[in-house]
Nanobody, 114 residues
Framework: QVQLVESGGGLVQPGGSLRLSCTTSRTIFSLYMMGWYRQAPGKQRELVATITSGGSPNYADSVKGRFTISRDNAKKTVYLQMNSLKPEDTAVYYC????????WGQGTQVTVSS
């Protein structure tokens, strides 16, 4: 399986913004749909957003209008821009994809709190 490395999390106040990054070393990254997931304490992991190999995004209803997923195939990186953050967005965020990218990394912690 391919290693995926998430970064960019942190502590932010409600209404703030963060940009998460997920990087891989594999050039085949450009061929695969990728997704961002999150898992809050005591809850199941949920899908937040996906992006096709061609760049078409899709979002969970809970983040529509606030989060933007994008990718840079040259950098082998997928991003999640998170705006207007709410306390309920607090979770560990992971990236994942199909096939060789079906690999859970360490994730990056996002905490939204005043």
């Amino acid at each position: 399986q391919v290693q995926l490395v998430e970064s960019g999390g942190g502590l932010v106040q409600p209404g703030g913004s963060l940009r998460l990054s997920c990087t891989t070393s594999r050039t085949i990254f450009s061929l695969y749909m990728m997704g961002w997931y999150r898992q809050a304490p005591g809850k199941q992991r949920e899908l937040v957003a996906t992006i096709t190999s061609g760049g078409s995004p899709n979002y969970a209803d809970s983040v529509k209008g606030r989060f933007t997923i994008s990718r840079d195939n040259a950098k082998k990186t997928v991003y999640l821009q998170m705006n207007s953050l709410k306390p309920e967005d607090t979770a560990v965020y992971y990236c994942n994809g199909p096939g060789p990218f079906n690999s859970w990394g360490q994730g990056t912690q996002v905490t939204v709190s005043s």
